[in-house]
């Protein structure tokens, strides 16, 4: 199974759900995030295990980061984990 880490980088969600380290790994179900936030990533989450390197700055990698679509106020980074 390809297993995706999805790590918080900051956090000032108004409904308190996550806290900057928090950690998820996204093997075959969605994590206990909230749908806002799993809608902007689960194409990314998707793409990467399946293979996919997504483009990072200046090069490509096997990890991307997002923010939620509440102005930013959570920010999340996800990478390929053997």
């Not at 998820?24 to 989450?45: A, G, K, Q, T």
């Not at 793409?47 to 980061?65: K, P, V």
């Amino acid at each position: 199974m390809v297993r995706v880490k999805l790590t918080i980088t900051e956090s000032r969600c108004r409904s308190g759900y996550f806290k900057a380290g928090d950690t998820f790994i996204v093997e075959d179900l969605c994590p206990p995030l909230c749908h806002e936030l799993w809608n902007i990533i689960y194409p990314y989450v998707f793409a990467l295990q399946n293979g996919a390197e997504l483009d990072c700055g200046e090069t490509r990698a096997r990890s991307f980061t997002a923010q939620c679509p509440d102005g930013g106020r959570v920010r999340i980074r996800g990478e390929l984990i053997d």
